[in-house]
């Protein structure tokens, strides 16, 4: 059974620097690994998607780095802001249209 | 182009009695799923389907029905609530190449807060 494991649960961090939040997962046959941001009281958005082919995608200050092999993934937030500040998600997908969530990493952003 | 719509946003039910979820997406997607997310436990797939006619089981799926007669529509139905039906509840769209290789991404609803008494 797929394992999704985000590390760490709860980081908070100074306005201004870099940071990487990580998701590892058991079982390497998936078909794609996307993160999603969750604001309090609100759904999912779609921040990064990478293919099961592909290393890596970028979206401005967000990079999102795949490693099937060893069943991991970052996803680096450059100069980070406030407005940065939401519970971030890692999702893997696993044939059939089924999404295996790990728990999410919830950051801080301090002013 | 309102993406995926679920109503009701807040649902207060006491146990044993019937609702319906109502989900609607816009985008055309071929796929839709359901999920209830709850404290330490994270997203679930309760039911999902791969198009109008089919759905199939997710990893909790015990006292949900589905039924997907239209590409834009996936009500979730409560038979029976219980208090552990208690959770936040999202639908979610997506769609794949004509091939049915890469999924290009999932569109989720803003949820659904159910409370059973």
């Known amino acids: 059974k797929q394992e999704v494991t985000q590390i760490p649960a709860a980081l908070s961090v100074p306005e201004g620097e870099n940071l990487v939040l990580n998701c590892s997962f058991t079982?390497?046959?998936?078909?794609?690994l996307q993160w999603f941001r969750q604001d309090p009281g609100k759904g999912l958005t779609s921040l990064l998607l990478?293919?099961?082919?592909?290393r890596e995608q970028t979206s401005g200050r967000l990079n999102a780095s795949l490693d099937k092999s060893s069943g991991r993934s970052t996803l680096y937030i450059a100069a980070s802001q406030p407005g940065d500040s939401a519970t971030y998600l890692c999702?893997?997908?696993?044939?059939?249209?089924?999404?295996?969530f790990g728990q999410g990493t919830r950051l801080t952003i301090n002013p | 182009n309102a993406g995926v719509t679920q109503t009701p946003k807040f649902q207060v039910l006491k146990t044993g009695q019937s609702m319906t979820l109502q989900c609607a997406q816009d985008?055309?997607?071929?796929?839709m799923s359901w999920y209830r997310q709850d404290p330490g436990m994270g997203l679930r797939l309760i039911h999902y389907?791969?198009?109008?006619?089919?759905?199939d089981q997710g990893e909790v799926p015990n006292g949900y029905n589905v039924s997907r007669s239209t590409t834009e529509d996936f009500p979730l139905r409560l038979l029976s609530a219980a208090p552990s039906q208690t959770s936040v509840y999202f639908c979610?769209?997506?769609?794949?190449?004509?091939?049915?290789?890469?999924?290009?991404?999932?569109?989720f609803g803003s949820g659904t807060r159910l409370t059973v008494v």
């Open positions: 979610a769209s997506s769609y794949s190449d004509t091939t049915g290789g890469l999924n290009y991404g999932y569109t």
């Open positions: 079982d390497s046959a998936i078909y794609n």
């Open positions: 990478i293919q099961s082919s592909q």
């Open positions: 999702a893997v997908q696993q044939g059939a249209q089924k999404l295996v």
């Open positions: 985008m055309n997607h071929e796929y």
């Open positions: 389907s791969v198009g109008a006619g089919i759905t």
